[in-house]
């Protein structure tokens, strides 16, 4: 059984900071792409940034210069340094993992995590 688990949101004023971790447990011999997610109340669940095993790294243009993704692999963690944030920063931030491939065999698995509520005050 994989599992993700979010860790670091909270409420924090504008202009404030935020890690976020993600750790992925379980039996897994691999991943390949991770990443955060988020959904704001209302809206639509969207990209903030991934990170693909041999450390590329894309982001959502909203959130380019203020926010870092990075990567551990061995021990299936990623992270997010949030910098600089703002109101609009407010959603539930979600962790996933494509693929997650259990055996050396097996197909790969797209993971979610349950989320981690981050809140920016004005």
């Known amino acids: 059984q994989v599992q993700l688990v979010e860790s670091g949101g909270d409420l924090v004023q504008a202009g404030g900071s935020l890690r976020l971790s993600c750790a992925a447990s379980g039996s897994i011999f691999s991943i390949g792409a991770m990443g955060w997610y988020r959904q704001a109340p209302g809206k639509q669940r969207e990209l903030v940034a991934t990170?693909?095993?041999?450390?590329?790294?894309n982001y959502a243009d909203s959130v380019k210069g203020r926010f870092t993704i990075s990567r551990d692999n061995a021990k299936n963690t990623i992270f997010l340094q949030m910098d600089n944030l703002k109101p609009e920063d407010t959603a539930v931030y979600y962790c996933n993992a494509d693929p997650v491939i259990v055996t050396p065999t097996s197909l790969g698995i797209n993971y979610w995590g349950k989320g981690t509520l981050v809140t920016v005050s004005s």
């Open positions: 990170i693909t095993r041999g450390g590329t790294t």
